[in-house]
């Protein structure tokens, strides 16, 4: 009675191994040599290019939430703001007074009542692992932060602050 099972090492031979024991073998070495290549986006990414059509005194509130979107979060004096820290996860809320990104303008303009400040950012993690018998990983949490102060009597840019952390 034959015996075809591709374990029985009678079965032909590729450069001297048995078929089952050069997958074994194919495996072992993926799984020794393996690599690992991730990047994780929580929110849409805003290029550097599109936050320089931002014109102050000629680009409006509505071309900004156009481009843009809708705000993270949106501060005016003496109120607090809440918002979701710039983190992957996106989990809890972290509340500050509104004039600590208000602040963030008055090395150049005087505040006024009608000042609004929109604040977006946008986080990535890039990630990478390589395991050789020793693992080795390797991440970055990259946030761009972009704050834009605007009048809210005349709809328009002031002024704003971009923070490009790549």
Known sequence: MANNSILNCETPHLWGVAPWHALVLSILLTMLT??????????????????????????????????????????????????????????????????????LFTPKHKIRPSHRVYYYYSVELKASSVFACVTVNNSKLVTDELWILIDDQTGLVVDYIFEDRK
């Open 34 to 103: 393996g690599c690992a290549i991730a990047t994780v986006k929580a929110d849409e990414h805003f290029e550097e290019s599109q936050v320089k059509q931002i014109v102050p005194d000629l680009t409006s509130r509505s071309e900004v939430t156009q481009a843009f979107g809708i705000p993270v979060a949106v501060a005016k004096q003496g109120m607090d703001v809440s918002y979701p820290p710039p983190d992957i996860r996106k989990v809890g809320y972290r509340t500050i007074p509104g004039n600590v990104f208000l602040d």
